[in-house]
């Protein structure tokens, strides 16, 4: 099946990736009409054995998996974003990228979000280059280096377009917001690149 977008992780930044998308294409925004979105989530994410006292907005005490599972619920609002349990095996481009899961499914799109988490990188097919990350507390934690876009870098330095990493992947700290926030501006890179400009998706309250 082919998709605008696929997103690698189902956590934090890559629902929060997926929601900032679905967003634009619910606002009918003319760059994001029509797009589609496919999240591939192992079912694995850190937030499952969280307890989170100290993320602005969210109730002290909440566990993560129950905060996890409202913002699945939050992303399947939008019609455009479709969610899958699958671990993607292999990712490879020849044009558009092809993405090949542990189930034998294959999706295509243009653009792909690695979102799935630092404790490992091991997707076959991409020649990208994965370093340790230098945030973590614990050892043997991973990154993916980028350019300023986020947008993954091959191991000669030069960027692979329309290939995103986002979240702790990243080299973000492992904090619930810091993994969502830049799941949010992946997101705005990809939507700024389709709008050929800045923008935003915002919403104001009704003045009836």
Known sequence: MRYDVIIVGGGPAGL???????????????FAKGKKVLVIDNGNSDLKS??????PGIKRETL???????????????????LVEDTVKTISKNGVFLVKTGSGNSF????????S??????????????VENPLSPKPGR??????????ALNKDGSAVENLYVAGLLAGFSS????????GV?????ILNKYAQKPIVVHDIPDKS
């Open 16 to 30: 929060s990736c997926a929601i900032t998308i679905g967003s634009a294409v619910e606002h009918e925004m003319e």
């Open 50 to 55: 969280a307890k989170l006292n100290n993320v």
């Open 64 to 82: 993560g998996k129950d905060l996890l599972q409202q913002i699945k619920d939050q992303a399947k609002e939008y019609s455009c974003v479709e």
């Open 108 to 115: 295509e799109a243009n653009v792909v979000v690695l979102a």
């Open 117 to 130: 988490g630092f404790k490992a990188f091991d997707i076959e097919g991409l020649e990208i280059d994965v």
């Open 142 to 151: 991973v990154m993916i280096r980028t350019n300023q876009n986020y947008e």
């Open 175 to 182: 904090m619930f917001a810091c993994a969502a926030g830049c």
């Open 185 to 189: 501006q992946v997101g705005i890179n």
